[in-house]
């Protein structure tokens, strides 16, 4: 049985030409990650140039509505307004260390690239981003953002041009040049190392967001919600939590309904299969085929998702349930309106669970929401989608 | 008992082309082509939806053959075709999901029954063979492994003590696809592999012209691959099929008559 496996799910399915560089990339981790050099400097990083902490907000509106307390982890707060660069600073880093000289990524929406494009931008390292054809065009603002901040981006024309194609295609630039290069992955997806080292660069959200709860409320919350695309908001979220009394929910993309191409929701409909170098839960049809998936939410809109979320599906330890468009873009009004916190279509999935679900809920009950991105980036679509 | 015994007495000439590729009807056209031109070995792919390992050209083929219907079904059908009326050794190269999603046991017994000598799994490295070997061995399909410039040598053996048939050397780093020269690295390949195993070594990646094909053999190969260049001209003649079997068979012969050494008599006729 190869490495990194969370039950059955993960593993190191590469080809033999990338072989080289999944281990050396596990060498380099294990190597620099732990070194206290390395953790001062990625700990002043997220502090004193992204502004952690993000602050865990209580929502006094919201909670009288909902009849419970509920709390926002301000991810839409860190520099670049979403927890992506959490990830893209630390794996930078690393690669600076391991003596890379250049950054690849991909990018479904663009949140990932702008990441890597901030963190390549203050580590002095070029980056290239690849981003589906499709992507680039509706994500326009964020391809000039990744440009504006000196990084390339490189629009992919092949398969449905969105982000398992632009996936597909930094795994292959990576398999020609990881000697040099970096390849900055931007979920807990992918061959080990990736959905573990992702995971430990996002658990900050959840450490932070667990000592918080005990300062303000003295306790542990009852329910933690958030958005799983790739999963890695989630998983940074939840980790901390898992030994706890508390009940974890992830929220897929249920799209525009339950048929095949409609949604993304891998968990809920997908069964398990290979896919970027891992086993997990897949959206695939009876051969096979990956199929296409949809959601309002372009970070939401991948076939597959983070084989260790697969593995807390199937021990029941999170519950994972889906919400469709509607009610996404119902709870991003309804956020934006009570609270003055407009988020991001991906972390409006959480908050569309708990309008769901409220009644569920006591006076007492804590609930804490990952707000893991702003919205600013979706105005523009939320007022097509409300003229349509 | 396995096709590949004396395929290699000789450097053997292996040609790609992808199941259901641009139809299925054209497809097997283009394998009976190949192998009537003197191809030794037919690597057959199963066309996927997210094929990592492979270039453009091979990307297109894959979804060419799948908006045409292509399964794998019909990849298996294809081979009983070819087995009607060829003894060709056979190679699957398919991607693990492809495997994973039917079950490796139905899998290989399919393919088995169908007449295939060898799978080559392109995401699958040794450390997740545990998934297939046993349905590799029951059945006797050669499991076909690759070794790359960059695979150290503990990873070599490792990579010979489970591979069957031949070793799949890749030329270079990166995906499928033509190249201008043959990779400098190709040659200490061979030779470092060439110490660790007895098994045949096949050269694939980047190969595309009659130099490349010579040059692989004089630098110790027994076999050389090529792929990317043949579904080059499967997709330069979509809707032409008269054209398509002239240009293969013509290509396919040049290139098995550089790999066996002798000089085709038409050799300055422009093929291209």
Known sequence: MSKGRFGDFGGQFVPETLMAAVTALEEGRNSVCPTKEFREELSFYLKEYAGRETPLTFCRNVSADMGCRVYLKREDLLHSGAHKLNNTLGQALLAKHMGKKRLIAETGAGQHGVATAIAGAVLNLPVEVYMGETDCQRQSLNVFRMELMGATVIPVKGGTATLKDAVNEAMREWAASSEDSAYILGSVVGPHPYPEMVRDFQTVIGTEARRQILEHEGRLPDTVIACVGGGSNAIGMFHPFLKDDVKLVGVEAGGRGKAPGEHGASLESGRPGILHGALSYLLQDDDGQVIETYSVAAGLDYPSVGPEHSMLKDTGRVHYESVPDDEVLNAFRYLSRREGIVPALESAHAVAYLLREQDRFEKDDIVIINLSGRGDKDITREVVHEQI | ?272
Request: hydrophobic share 45%; charged share 20%; aromatic share 6%.
């Open chain 2, 1 to 272: 008992m396995n096709r590949f015994e004396t395929v290699f007495e000789r450097p053997a000439f292996i040609a790609f082309t992808v199941a259901g590729d641009p139809d299925l009807t054209t497809s097997l056209a283009v394998a009976q082509t190949i192998i009537h031109s003197g191809a030794d070995i037919l690597e057959l792919g199963i066309p996927f939806s997210d094929p990592v390992g492979d270039g453009p050209v091979i990307q297109r083929a894959d979804e060419r053959a799948l908006s045409a219907g292509a399964t794998t079904d019909s990849a298996f059908a294809l081979v009983r075709e070819i087995r009607k009326t060829s003894e060709v050794p056979v190679v699957l190269l398919v991607y693990c999901n492809t495997v994973y999603s039917r079950g490796p046991a139905r899998f290989y017994k399919d393919a088995k029954a169908a007449g295939v000598d060898g799978i080559l799994i392109v995401d699958m490295p040794v450390e997740e063979g545990h998934l297939v070997m046993q349905y590799a061995t029951e059945s006797g399909i050669a499991p076909i492994f690759t070794v790359t410039p960059t695979t150290p040598p503990e990873r070599v053996k490792k990579i010979t003590d489970l591979a069957g048939g031949f070793l799949y050397l890749v030329s270079l780093s990166g995906v499928t696809g033509r190249r201008e020269t043959l990779s400098e690295a190709a040659v200490p390949l061979i030779q470092r592999v060439r110490k660790e195993t007895s098994l045949p070594l096949a050269l694939g990646f980047g190969i595309a012209t009659e130099t490349h094909a010579r040059q692989a053999v004089e630098a110790g190969a027994d076999g050389v691959i090529v792929g990317s260049a043949i579904v080059e001209i499967v997709e330069r003649h979509v809707g032409d099929l008269a054209g398509m079997e002239r240009e293969l068979s013509d290509y396919i012969a040049r290139m098995k008559a550089a790999v066996v050494g002798s000089v085709p008599v038409d050799e300055d006729q422009n093929y291209v």
